[in-house]
């Protein structure tokens, strides 16, 4: 019994990882998040080729139209210079660190060892439950302003998040527009077109071009949400990672630090989640507006776009936690000057 239930076992394990490795293949989210754990490249440097890639693309097509292209938008904010400057800073501190622990030995290595050993637990990412994650992001709202106003503060460094926030604010601003101006207005202004008394009734003919305009003005609309959406992502995830970039220069190179350490990780730690809830809220809210403007379009046509919007959202969320794991030996350069100071005095 045993070995029929053992073997079993196996074969489902196998045909399950068999068709798991099937569907993400063909997954193009999957492909790039798949991507970028590989690491065997830089994140900006990825971003940089796929940016490159898409200006050769476009120097091909003759168009003036504007189109929504997620990592060129994204440059054009600063936010793959910003990334690149917080990848050098984490290069450097990490350089520093070798360099420091290659002059240590016996009880004194293994108490540097433990102290930055202690960090990194920190910036190890903790799995929550599903919805406690949904109610973090839905309780957040207007409260996201102070709530990085006070963990900017609770790090002792001179950061302020005015960028960040209008960044923030120009998109919910949007989205109240978007929402009070879309739903069912084209069919209502049909309608009292069609009551109106003392008009003919209208050929079929006029009635089909109507129709027709309709569904161009519909699809139009869904289009210049569409971009804005994106750009709207992209400008808010070039300031998340801007707001890290400044952080880590303030704490190498800025006044003195109050906290240690460990306690600035949990403050970076809480104010990573509290960016990473908001691009993937700003992403739902995004697709239902643009579920509701499509509403009469066909769902071959609209899913896509709502998926496109999804998908980014998750993307802009993985790029501010792989800026945040930046910081890492930046804190952890940042405890052995500390600790040296100290040691001197």
């Not at 080729?49 to 060129?72: F, S």
């Amino acid at each position: 019994g045993k070995t029929v239930l053992s073997g079993g076992l196996d074969a489902l394990e196998f045909i399950g990882k068999t068709t798991m490795n099937v569907l993400a293949e063909s997954d193009p989210g999957f492909k790039r998040t798949k991507t970028l754990m590989a690491r065997t490249v830089s994140l900006s440097q990825l971003l940089r080729e796929a940016k490159e890639k898409e200006k050769q693309r476009r120097a091909q097509q003759v168009t003036v139209e504007r189109t929504a292209h997620y990592g060129l938008l994204f440059d054009e904010f600063q936010g793959l210079s910003h990334l690149e400057a917080l990848e050098i800073l984490s290069n450097e501190s990490e350089a520093q660190i070798q360099s420091y622990l290659a002059t240590l030995d016996g009880e004194q290595l293994e108490t540097v060892k433990n102290d930055l050993i202690a960090i990194k637990e920190i910036f190890v990412p903790k799995e929550s439950d599903d919805e406690v994650v949904q109610e973090q992001k839905a309780d957040m709202g207007e409260e996201f302003v102070s709530m990085l106003t006070e963990l900017l503060f609770e790090l002792h460094v001179a950061a302020t998040p005015d960028k960040l926030n209008k960044a923030r604010k120009k998109a919910h601003e949007w989205l109240e527009e978007a929402n009070f101006s879309t739903p069912g207005d084209t069919e209502e202004k049909l309608k009292e077109k069609a009551g109106e008394p003392g008009e003919e009734k209208t050929s079929e003919k006029e009635e089909k071009i109507d129709s027709d305009k309709t569904e161009v003005d519909k699809k139009k609309t869904v289009e210049e949400m569409y971009m804005l959406s994106i750009e709207s992502l992209a400008e808010v995830t070039a300031r998340c990672i801007e707001q890290l970039h400044k952080v880590a220069e303030l704490i190498l190179h800025g006044q003195d630090v109050e906290k240690t350490a460990q306690d600035q990780a949990k403050v970076l730690t809480n104010l990573t989640s509290a960016m990473c809830n908001e691009v993937s809220s700003l992403s739902t809210k995004f697709s239902v507006s643009l579920t509701a403007a499509g509403s009469r379009m066909k769902a071959e046509v609209l899913n896509p776009i709502i998926n496109s919007v999804l998908l980014e959202g998750c993307n802009s969320a993985t790029y501010i936690q792989d800026a945040f794991q930046l910081l890492l030996p930046v804190l952890q350069i940042s405890h052995i000057h500390t600790s040296c100071l100290k040691a001197q005095e």
